[in-house]
């Protein structure tokens, strides 16, 4: 037991004294960015592609849509994120002349990738929702957009919260691969403090208890969201 | 006012409505009858293009709005519709559902005239000062449209004696109240015409008469209504007109008490015979 003991005194005098709390920080700071901002960049993307794939294919616009988002959807899914990362970062990047850092490509392919997935759970979402309540809109006049934008997609919203929750939590956890891109996110950090001293054991556990750490914190976050958003569904 | 020429639906080739032309005058109040499956709320549905129509045209207030080119949205606040299931929006409240309409509408006209104003402004940019455009005035502010949404709806849901539900969600409300909400809605954009899909087909049996009583009420006041039901008794009372369809097609057109009294085609006996006798 005194080998524990002896790494975490080891742990510690790295993490405070040899400045490894700034590099935690920093790599807790670029997790929940990247995480946070392919979040919205995925929903922004979920919710358009959903919606296209919804819209009533009578015309030739709306089925070359369908099929473009089809396309999307495919690509983002069947290659694995570190490939997607890696392809954006070491090929698009330099054939499109674009200096971007690793952190900013990771949030970019984040959110194009987490929109691929976000996309089907949307789609699931504005199903969920009673055909007649599109209708009633547009009974009253409401375009196809607006009816969705403040009748259906609300509602889809309010249908898919715990899966979207768990479309977080997984990509909160799946950001520990950026460092293939260069950037410096927890695990970069915990791996610096691990090579400083030699000993792995006590960082990486550390690092797995901060994971869980915010994956508890999200879920209580998305349980107050849910009770919010559960007044209209309220029965007397 | 709606002129129906020869319109046709179909799907997947088979042919549910077969040709249908009917005249529909301001004022009227038409019942729909005929057996399950033949047609009748296709017919509606495809009234205020629910459902396309797959040939024909359909002329309400002097525009074919069967045409795809129109802009069946500014067409459809005039023809209010009335769901079997009520349809209300369950993310509002229910004095946000009858003002959504006129909100939204009168606010996307104020956005137009807005735009307007802004490409006026950079034109003046250009322009000699003494031959200056003049900007567009609003009509009303974003508050006005409010208050006044909110004016008219709370003076719809007093005449339905359901003020005190004002703020409530629709998940709430009895199925004769989300019926009667529903009522009020279509009327909150003062419609020309409105159509019930089956109203009272997915209610209990006590709150069959309460949305009835409020049907009466507006045949009274000279709305125009195209109704599709069950309800006999009601047809006979309330309806000017009653449509027999029966495969696709139109096969009585007349009066109620012509109809029900003395029926023409064999088809609306046998329906007349099997309907009546249930009661």
């Known amino acids: 037991m005194g080998n524990i003991s002896q790494k975490i005194t080891r742990f510690l005098e790295i993490f405070w004294e040899q400045n490894g709390y700034v590099k935690v920080l920093e790599g807790l700071q670029n997790t929940i960015l990247i995480a946070i901002t392919g979040l919205i960049i995925g929903i922004i993307i979920g919710t358009l592609i959903a919606t296209a794939r919804v819209i009533p294919r ?3 616009a709306p089925k070359i849509l369908n099929g473009f988002c089809g ?47 976000i996309s089907e759970i949307m789609r699931s979402g504005l199903q969920s929702v009673d055909h007649g309540q599109l209708e009633a809109g547009r009974a009253v006049g409401l375009s196809f957009g607006t009816s969705m934008r403040k009748i259906v997609i609300p509602q889809a919203v309010k249908n898919i919260l715990p899966t979207l929750g768990n479309e977080f939590i997984s990509l909160i956890k799946e950001t520990s691969v950026v460092s293939f891109v260069g ?19 006590v960082p990486y556990l550390v690092m797995a208890l901060i994971y869980i750490v915010i994956v508890l914190i999200i879920t209580l976050l998305i349980k107050l969201l849910e009770r919010s958003l559960k007044k209209s569904d309220r029965r007397n | ?35 399950s499956g033949s047609g009748k709320s296709t017919f509606l549905r495809c009234l205020n293009c629910m ?62 005239i807005k735009r307007k104003n802004w490409w006026i402004r950079i034109k003046r940019i ?17 508050q006005d449209i409010q208050k006044t949404a909110l004016n008219d709806a709370t003076k719809l849901l007093k005449r339905i004696g359901l003020e005190d539900k004002a703020n409530v969600y629709p998940s709430t409300l009895s199925g004769g109240q989300k019926q009667r909400v529903a009522i009020v809605r279509a009327l909150a954009m003062n419609p020309d015409v409105i159509l019930f899909d089956e109203p009272t087909s997915a209610l209990d049996p006590e709150m069959v008469g309460e949305v009835l009583d409020l049907m009466r009420s507006l045949a009274k006041e000279g709305m125009t ?44 006996k046998e329906f007349l015979s099997k309907v009546l006798s249930v009661k």
Do not use: C, W
Not at chain 2, 23 to 32: N, Y
């Open chain 2, 225 to 268: 209504m195209i109704i599709v039901t069950h309800e006999m008794g009601f047809a006979k009372e309330v309806a000017n007109r009653i449509l027999f369809m029966d495969q696709g097609q139109i096969l009585e057109d007349a009066s109620p008490s012509e109809f029900f009294s003395n029926p023409k085609t064999e088809r609306a």
């Open chain 1, 183 to 201: 950037a410096a996110d927890l695990y970069v950090a915990f791996n610096y403090i691990g090579s400083s001293s030699y000993e792995f054991m």
């Open chain 1, 71 to 117: 396309f999307y959807v495919a690509l983002f899914r069947g290659t694995p994120i570190v490939v997607q990362l890696l392809v954006f970062y070491y090929v698009l990047l330099p054939i499109l002349g674009l200096k971007l850092t690793g952190v900013q490509v990771s949030m970019l392919v984040f959110g194009l990738n987490s929109g691929a997935y």
């Open chain 2, 1 to 35: 006012m709606i002129d129906v020429i020869n319109l046709k639906k179909s799907y997947d080739g088979t042919e549910v409505l077969k040709g249908i032309n009917v005249t529909i005058q301001k004022g009227d109040i038409v019942v729909i009858l005929g057996p």
């Open chain 2, 126 to 142: 250009f322009q000699k000062s003494q031959a200056k455009q003049a900007l567009l005035s609003l009509p009303y502010s974003k």
């Open chain 2, 51 to 112: 459902e396309d129509p797959s040939d024909g045209n359909i002329i309400f207030n002097g525009v074919d709005i069967a045409d795809m080119k129109v802009d069946i949205n500014i067409h459809r606040r005039k023809m209010g519709m009335v769901f079997q299931h009520f349809n209300l929006f369950n993310n509002k409240t229910v004095i946000q559902n009858i003002m959504m309409a006129p909100v939204h509408v009168q606010s996307q006209e104020l956005r137009k």
């Open chain 1, 58 to 60: 009578y015309k030739l």
